[in-house]
């Protein structure tokens, strides 16, 4: 059992679905615009961009998500005033 509460799986996918499509799309247009004879070096660079931004979203995304999961593991505290070991 694993205590540390931890993000869906299938959440952060389908969150991320719309984003790799998108850095695909990148990739498939940097390809068709590269000219002729020079497909590597006319688009090497916006695919390793793309791929750069889509690993860096994933990883905030994934932190994040991480993060929310933790947090709404914990009940709200109750105000400033309140401390556990004040119980009578």
Known sequence: MNSTPQMSRQEFIDRMRQKVEGALGRVADAVNEAPPGQIVAGS??????AFADLR???YEMAMQMRVDAAEAAFPPSQGPGHR???AQ
């Open 56 to 58: 860096r979203d994933a």
């Open 84 to 86: 556990p070991d004040q």
């Open 44 to 49: 090497e660079e916006q695919v390793r961009d």
